[in-house]
């Protein structure tokens, strides 16, 4: 069973770089065909799809986000990154990394994680 957990420093002032890491157990982030990502929830919004990083490494960005953001990845410690920058109040929401097969579908979920970007 693939597991996932977010970690990060919690609040990210304006301007500042938002900077998460997912540590993945029970898989490994080069297993073929599996693609790990970010998404996010703004209070009272629904879930929003930032991007994500290939079995391959390669990477996919949501056309709004993209000139913020970069996905990268750490296969020695089956870790990848999310860095957004330059953040805004706009960019506060619970932190989510997730992965999928072939599906479009996110099968496993890490459990979130809260960054608030104060006005």
């Known amino acids: 069973q693939v597991q996932l957990q977010e970690s990060g420093p919690g609040l990210v002032k304006p301007s500042q770089t938002l900077s998460l890491t997912c540590t993945v157990s029970?898989?490994?982030?080069?297993?073929?065909?599996?693609?790990w990502g970010w998404i996010r929830q703004p209070p009272g919004k629904g879930l929003e799809w930032i991007g994500n990083i290939a079995y391959g490494g390669s990477t996919y960005y949501s056309p709004s986000l993209k000139s913020r953001t970069s996905i990268s990845r750490d296969t020695s410690k089956n870790q990848f990154t999310l860095q957004l920058s330059p953040v805004t109040p706009d960019d506060t929401a619970v932190y989510y990394c997730?992965?999928?097969?072939?599906?479009?579908?996110?099968?496993?979920w890490g459990q979130g994680t809260q960054v608030p970007v104060p006005s």
């Open positions: 997730a992965s999928r097969g072939r599906s479009l579908e996110y099968a496993y």
């Open positions: 029970g898989g490994s982030i080069t297993t073929n065909y599996y693609y």
